[in-house]
């Protein structure tokens, strides 16, 4: 079986397929996405093809190092998150052609179901206090929500506040019987998210996610030695390299991202690196369902997967149901999505659905570009 064919489809800044063709007519699909930069991946993605065609699409890893370092130059979001969709998209047309999961090609099942959280909402505060409502009466038993920004360097007593109210607000909406995480999304100081936990941990956070910026992940010992809070990190980390750090420095929870951390084959070995160091993973995943099914099929296959985020909409008439044929293997219910027991990924896709998405033109912005009061650039 020879690789004749790698087709991309650029759907929106957030939401890129490819697809591998062989000579046999068996095919598989990958998410090769950088959100907001989804042509410069496209382009990537195109180049590896050169190195694909005419190869052979079962040896997996053979082809993972032609295409992670053969190149000379290697590591980073673009390269990463190009090789990652190809990564999947082999792995996809592995277990179709085997019939198998490809969590079974990994080893097998270490549990049946997997839990799963959502977004809490809340463009001005901490949290939508009616969808936190609304997601802990579907069934939802983790939540997170993020502090609304722009943040100061260190933040006004009023600012830090309110954040902190805000948050026991939503802490007795849910009760105890439901984790409450926060993304920090990398928009603190060092010194203000060590304020920020200290007010916090008396509300007892299931994890407070990228309190720094990935360019400061030398410094989060100093964050988690300030506290009780559980650390999780890593979705701008994109290779076991970069993870070692932070594994070493004692964070609860590393967060790779199979879209960007160069596919299934790192991110397993990120995975099981992680082991070593007690630490559990939960998958960032802000993007599609072919995504959000690499994501399950690492966490179905290793024994130290914490949670799952889930962003996906597979409500009637949203993209991402459009280009399923079958939508109800990701449906969540009491928290959970259940094994998924088809080959592959999992899930299959509507081809002539996605090809009717194919963007014309230019793409309108993934993500919005924040300033602050002074004009100076802020984190988003």
């Not at 190009?82 to 097998?108: E, M, S, T």
């Not at 839990?115 to 809490?120: E, I, L, P, Q």
């Not at 990935?214 to 979705?235: F, L």
């Not at 570009?369 to 100076?376: N, P, T, Y």
């Amino acid at each position: 079986m020879k690789i004749v064919d790698v087709e991309t489809f650029v759907l929106n800044n957030r939401r890129m397929l490819v697809k591998v063709s062989t000579d046999e007519g068996v095919a598989g699909w990958g998410e090769p996405i950088l959100e907001n930069w989804a042509l410069t991946c496209e382009q990537a993605v195109l180049r590896m093809r050169e190195l694909l065609v005419g190869q052979d699409p079962l040896q997996i890893t053979r082809l993972w190092q032609i295409l992670a370092r053969g190149g000379f130059y290697r590591g980073g979001p673009i390269f990463g998150s190009a090789v990652a969709g190809l990564d999947q998209a082999l792995w996809d047309l592995k277990g179709r052609w085997l019939g198998v999961p490809i969590h079974d090609l990994l080893g097998g099942t270490v549990r049946d179901r997997m839990r799963v959280y959502a977004h809490g909402g809340g463009e001005f505060r901490a949290g939508d206090p009616e969808r936190v409502r609304a997601l802990v009466v579907d069934g939802y038993t983790l939540i997170k929500i993020a502090p609304p920004g722009p943040r100061g360097f260190i933040d006004t007593p009023a600012a830090l506040g309110a954040f902190v109210d805000q948050f026991a607000e939503l802490r007795d909406i849910v009760g105890p019987e439901v984790d409450l995480a926060i993304d920090a999304h990398g928009r603190l100081s060092i010194s203000g998210v060590i304020r920020l936990l200290a007010e916090l941990e008396p509300l007892r956070p299931a994890f407070v996610e990228e309190p720094l910026r990935p360019e400061h992940s030398a410094r989060i010992a100093d964050v988690v030695r300030s506290t009780s809070v559980p650390i999780a990190t890593g979705e701008r980390l994109f290779d076991r390299y970069e993870f070692r750090t932070v594994l070493e420095s004692g964070i609860a929870i590393a967060q790779p991202d199979p879209s960007h951390a160069f596919g299934i084959t790192e991110c397993f070995r990120i995975a099981t690196q992680a082991e070593i160091y007690d630490v559990q993973i939960a998958p960032h995943c802000p993007l599609g369902p072919v995504s959000l099914a690499t994501c399950l099929q690492l966490d179905f296959a290793v024994p130290n997967a914490y949670v799952q985020e889930m962003t996906v909409d597979l409500s009637e008439g949203s993209i991402d149901r459009d280009i399923l044929l079958n939508p109800e293997v990701l449906d969540v219910v009491d928290g959970h999505i259940a094994r998924l027991t088809g080959p592959g990924l999992g899930v299959d896709i509507d081809e002539d659905a996605v090809r009717s998405r194919v963007a014309a033109g230019a793409l309108d912005p993934g993500s919005p570009m924040w300033f602050a009061a002074d004009g100076s650039f802020a984190e988003w």
